[in-house]
């Protein structure tokens, strides 16, 4: 059974800081793409920025320059650092991994990937 459970959210004030972790189980973790998506209220979920199993990385445009997705195989951890933080940046943060009959997105330098896996999400709020 795939589990991802994330932590590190809360509230900061515009410019701060805050990172995110991901840790997963009952899962091949290296093997595949991941991401971080968020959802604020009254808004269709998007995604933030993926990884592949190299490395890779893609953000969206809105996040370019101030988040770094990163992932540590070894402890099958996901990591969302995120700088500069704005009060738009403030939604529920999910993690999801790469599974059958998901969400289609990036997945690094890649043609894409489903996200069929799901934590049960993370608070961050933004204050100005």
């Known amino acids: 059974q795939v589990q991802l459970v994330e932590s590190g959210g809360g509230s900061v004030q515009a410019g701060g800081s805050l990172r995110l972790s991901c840790a997963a189980s009952g899962y091949t973790y290296s093997r595949y793409c991941m991401a971080w998506f968020r959802q604020a209220p009254g808004k269709q979920r998007e995604g933030v920025a993926n990884i592949a199993s190299d490395g890779r990385s893609t953000y969206a445009e809105s996040v370019k320059g101030r988040f770094l997705i990163s992932r540590d195989n070894a402890k099958n951890t996901l990591y969302l650092q995120m700088n500069s933080l704005k009060p738009e940046d403030s939604a529920m943060y999910y993690c999801?991994?790469?599974?059958?009959?998901?969400?289609?997105w990036g997945c690094g330098a890649g043609q894409g990937a489903a996200y069929g896996y799901w934590g049960q999400g993370t608070q961050v709020t933004v204050s100005s």
């Open positions: 999801a991994a790469e599974g059958p009959g998901g969400t289609w």
